[in-house]
């Protein structure tokens, strides 16, 4: 006999978890599977994020600011440290202990919201029946009203650099180097290249990334592009454009690299080799061909605005479906999902995620950029400043960058809004507060911004919108 749930969430990531604690909040009866074990084959909890992705890379991130800090940084404060030293196997550690920290924490409120565990591979069939096999090959058989599909993504691996988990790694791997590389490889400059290239690169590894794209962050605002890229140039990441990897041969405990850039055919040997070149969702064996769910070329699974599959009662949320890739993302999916199932009509607003590129100094955007503006015909107002004019910036020693604001031209609403800079990740939030209330540009103006404080950059941006911020000489005048 099978058990029947009001809702059945299969994958404990930011996406499934969430969902499964909203819907239980919301007076369901919730079970959520999971097949990821430790290794005393425990289940382990949080997805990606919490283990593999944004939680462990943000720590090594910020150990080795700190480092950075502390090498480069103090002297000009006054501070004198003797030369700093760096032991990975104590940063690791603490990693690792944020990691368990933060996954035994959904573990337990997992527990305290009463969503019932389920260990093993969920496999959805036709009318919401979803078999479960265990780790030891057993299965079950559950029955729910409602399933979510939260099953996440994985690494993209190309022919030209398998991964070895040994020279050549992927996300993961990066992650759990045992040593600084002396000479390290990245493939892709995307975000997560990014990311893993500056942390490596700040405890002293000489970092070549090799970007396929001409253009650099394509898809962030251009302005702030080229600001970050110039800022990534000073701090010695050597990022090459135009310049696809072909080829890899692995010998004498190092790895060479082949790639192309324009007519040329170059080579690079490197200690080790992180391939970054974007995720797949995980949608193979997570559905049968009779469960109604239909997926488009890429492996997404095709779902409506409301995160609503083609077969009826299942959803589907988090990285296994179009939008971008991100965890904050995918929980928010995860609430609007529980909520619709009990009949409260949240609509998650796709304007208005903000995304990060948590480097130093960090890169941040919300909504339209001035080459999307364009390209769609809308007239628009722009205003930018740089964070050098900035009295906080400036006392912090953080002056790198600015704040941009997008602003429709005839009706003043806000449209994008992005940041390089420091705590852009931060400062962009308001920014997505204040479009998710429709603020106009010059609410922004008329709103007062603490002083000394990095926030005064969106103000005076905003005041720049109609050219005139007060701490630099505006190019319009009004
Ligand atoms: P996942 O987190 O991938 O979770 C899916 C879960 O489902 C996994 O636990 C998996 O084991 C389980 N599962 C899969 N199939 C089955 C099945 N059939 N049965 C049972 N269980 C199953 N995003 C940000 O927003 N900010 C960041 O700073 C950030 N940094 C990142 C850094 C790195 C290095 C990486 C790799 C990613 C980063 N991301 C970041 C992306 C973020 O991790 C993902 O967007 C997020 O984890 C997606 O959540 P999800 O719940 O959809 O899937
Ligand atoms: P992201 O999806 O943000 O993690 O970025 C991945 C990046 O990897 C993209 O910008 C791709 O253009 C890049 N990429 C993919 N394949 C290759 C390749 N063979 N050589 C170099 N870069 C690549």
């Not at 009318?127 to 479960?132: I, L, P, S």
């Not at 949608?283 to 095709?302: C, I, K, M, P, Q």
Request: proline fraction near 4%; aromatic fraction near 6%; hydrophobic fraction near 40%.
């Amino acid at each position: 006999m099978s058990n029947i749930y009001d809702v059945v969430v299969i994958g404990s990531g930011p996406a499934g978890y969430v969902c499964a604690i909203r819907a239980a909040q919301l007076g369901q009866k919730v079970a959520i599977i999971e097949l990821w074990a430790d290794d005393k084959q425990k289940p382990v909890f949080g997805g990606t994020c919490l283990n593999v992705g944004c939680i462990p890379s943000k720590a090594l991130l910020d150990s080795s600011h700190k480092f950075v800090e502390a090498k480069d940084h103090f002297a000009v404060h006054g501070i004198n440290v003797e030369v700093p030293g760096i032991d990975v196997a104590a940063m690791m550690a603490r990693k690792t202990q944020i990691v368990g920290q933060l996954t035994q924490g959904v573990a337990g409120l997992l527990k305290h919201n009463g969503v019932e565990v389920i260990q093993g591979r969920g496999m959805l069939h036709a009318n919401r029946k979803v078999e479960v096999t265990a780790l030891d090959g057993s299965t079950q058989q559950l029955e729910a009203h409602n399933v979510v599909l939260a099953a996440g993504s994985e690494p993209i691996n190309i022919p030209p650099a398998p991964v070895d988990n040994d020279l050549i790694v992927d996300s993961t791997g990066a992650l759990e180097f045992s040593e600084v590389p002396a000479r390290l490889g990245v493939i892709g400059a995307g975000v997560i290249g990014l990311e893993l290239g500056s942390v490596w690169g700040r405890l002293g590894s000489e970092v070549v990334l090799l970007e396929a794209l001409d253009s650099f962050l394509p898809a962030m605002d251009q302005q702030i592009a080229k600001e970050s890229q110039k800022i990534f140039k000073k701090q010695k990441l050597d990022i090459r454009l135009g310049a696809r990897v072909t080829g890899t041969e692995v010998k004498d405990g190092k790895v060479e690299v082949t790639y192309a850039q324009g007519d040329e055919t170059l080579t690079e040997v490197f200690d080790k080799l992180i391939v970054s070149v974007g995720r797949r969702p995980r949608t193979n064996d997570l559905f049968a061909s009779d469960s109604g769910v239909t997926t488009d070329e890429r492996g997404f699974v095709y779902v409506n605005d409301y995160c609503a599959t083609e077969a009826p009662g299942v959803w589907a949320i988090g990285d296994i479906v179009r939008g971008p890739m991100l965890a904050h993302k995918g929980s928010e999916e995860g609430v609007m999902v529980a909520e619709r199932i009990v009949g409260k009509p949240n609509q998650l607003n796709y304007d208005c995620v903000p995304s990060i590129i948590y480097t130093d100094p960090e890169v941040a955007a919300v909504g339209k950029t001035e080459q999307e503006l364009k390209s769609e015909g809308v007239e628009y107002k722009s205003g930018t400043f740089p964070f050098a004019a900035i009295g906080r910036a400036l006392a912090s020693g953080n002056t790198d960058g600015m704040v941009k604001i997008l602003a429709d031209k005839k009706t003043d609403r806000i449209l994008g809004a992005h940041c390089v800079g420091p705590s852009a990740a931060d400062l962009v939030q308001q920014m997505v507060i204040a479009m998710e209330f429709g603020s106009s540009a010059e609410d922004i103006q008329l709103m007062v911004f603490g002083h000394p404080t990095l926030s005064e950059a969106v103000h005076e941006a905003a005041l720049a919108v109609d050219g005139h911020a007060i701490h630099m000489a505006n190019r319009k005048k009004r």
